[in-house]
T-cell receptor
Framework: GEDVEQSLFLSVREGDSSVINCTYT??????LYWYKQEPGAGLQLLTY?????DMKQDQRLTVLLNKKDKHLSLRIADTQTGDSAIYFC???????????FGKGTKLSVKP | GAVVSQHPSWVICKSGTSVKIECRSL??????MFWYRQFPKQSLMLMAT?????????EQGVEKDKFLINHASLTLSTLTVTSAHPEDSSFYIC?????????????FGPGTRLTVL
């Protein structure tokens, strides 16, 4: 079945860039998403990318998609302490339409 | 952006009781709502897909008689955990797909933390 893999932890210093990586298996995914989850809260959509795009930039966020390798990354420029959270990569199931999530990457930002 | 609410945000109940969780899309119509469950430090696992006016589709391993889902209108879906037990304690999150969204985005509720004593 479909699977989404992410590294579990990332630690950076405030002001540095953070890069969170994700691999997925469903080549028929049309959309790929990045969600942010703060402690005890639900998911907040950060950004998404359509499968025919290579890159999408939205303020401090840059999403890169390598469809050949089924690799997605999220770069956060000038990372702030408020960016500390768990970041979930998700792909849209091509047949069902539901989202399949990775386990999440816990981003810790040190002052 | 579109807002999805869940009620209650947290609930503590005794073992054997039933708990109902509501998921509402506040400013859009959602023909499809999804119910997820999240265990501590783990990802979200899809439990069921709920389509307005029809029976929910449950994922493998999810007991439909235990987790009753009703999607009575385009803005409301409910999840009832029947005869709850401590192992049902979890964070339950719903999402709603905006019927008119061009990229099929799902909007997530804030989640409901269920603790069964």
């Amino acid at each position: 079945g479909e699977d989404v893999e992410q590294s579990l932890f990332l630690s950076v210093r405030e002001g540095d860039s953070s890069v969170i990586n994700c691999t997925y298996t469903d080549s028929s995914s049309t959309y790929l998403y990045w969600y942010k989850q703060e402690p005890g809260a639900g998911l907040q959509l950060l950004t998404y990318i359509f499968s025919n795009m290579d890159m999408k930039q939205d303020q401090r966020l840059t999403v890169l998609l390598n469809k050949k390798d089924k690799h997605l990354s999220l770069r956060i420029a000038d990372t702030q302490t408020g960016d500390s959270a768990i970041y979930f990569c998700a792909e849209k199931d091509g047949s069902q339409g539901n989202l399949i999530f990775g386990k999440g990457t816990k981003l810790s930002v040190k002052p | 952006g579109a807002v999805v609410s869940q009620h209650p945000s947290w609930v503590i109940c005794k073992s054997g009781t039933s708990v109902k969780i509501e998921c509402r899309s506040l400013d859009f119509q959602a023909t499809t709502m999804f119910w997820y469950r999240q265990f501590p430090k783990q990802s979200l696992m899809l439990m069921a897909t709920s389509n307005e006016g029809s029976k929910a589709t449950y994922e493998q391993g999810v007991e439909k008689d235990k987790f009753l889902i009703n999607h009575a209108s385009l803005t409301l879906s409910t999840l009832t955990v029947t005869s709850a037990h401590p192992e049902d304690s979890s964070f339950y999150i719903c999402s709603a797909r905006d019927r008119d969204s061009g990229y099929n985005e799902q909007f997530f509720g804030p989640g409901t933390r269920l603790t069964v004593l």
